[in-house]
């Protein structure tokens, strides 16, 4: 079944320490246009998403904005070791005392002094991580929102173009119905004309059989009437297939078209151009969608 190029996708978590919403939204495109709309302290991800939006929607034009907020606003950085720093001045004022000493900078200097502060860039490496973990989840779980509403969006797709597809076939075999009676109202009409001149004027046989002949053969459509049918066939085919067929069924619409214009220019009948200007507004109907065909 094929899948639409357009889609929504929204998805999010809440805890104690953070709140985390992702959204996604997608339009047709050739190739996979990603737009990222992320939070400063995860910039540097921006290749890591982008393989997990091509793993999942693989191409299309590609909206993922990330909301991500902190709820401990009031933590600090480093941790102080109280009790360390303690014995530090406590050490360092009986020393003071001892030599009787400024003490006006004691506190700066226990303070400063080996691992009474402790940095915690480990530690928030750590919870980078595993906050870029839920993050992950969050944004894979939008991206395959996103993908399932492609498919629901696809099989709406797949009835309309089955149903144009439909409306060609039934005006091709309207125009086949009539194929025969066109063609024995242009014999019916070369007999005519050329009746009196035949009369009136001397030629030569065999040159004129095969100027009939050439002229029929520039007014037949029977190998087009054949190989447009093989096309919409094959359309069908193509539009029942897994995989992505956008593209494929771009190209046979193109081929569709060629046949139906040389029907048009060939038939030189009233009755047939009707059934040709109906496939024609139905193939355009067809391009416009298949553009959005996966």
Known sequence: MIKSMTGFGRAGMEDDSRTIQAEVKTLNSKFLDLSLKLPRQFSEKEHEIRNLVQGILERGKVNLALDFIPKKSNQIPVTINEELFQAYFEKYQNLA?????????????????????????SDEATEAEEEWELIQKVIIEALQKCDQFRKDEGESLFEK???????IESALQQVKAIEGQRKDRIKNRIRSNFQDWIEENDFDQNRFEQELIYYFEKLD????????????????????????????????SQEIGREINTIGSKANDAGMQKWVILMKDELEKIKEQTLNVL
């Not at 005392?97 to 860039?121: D, G, H, T």
């Not at 173009?161 to 409306?167: A, M």
């Open 97 to 121: 005392n001892s030599v009787v000493a400024e003490k006006s900078e004691l506190f700066k200097l226990a303070l400063q002094s080996p691992s009474v502060i402790v940095n915690m860039a």
């Open 161 to 167: 173009l089955k149903e144009n597809i439909q409306v």
């Open 221 to 252: 459509i029977t190998e087009e009437l054949v190989r447009l049918e093989t096309h919409l066939n094959y359309f069908i085919k193509v539009l029942n297939e897994e995989t992505q067929q956008g593209k494929k069924l771009g190209f046979i």
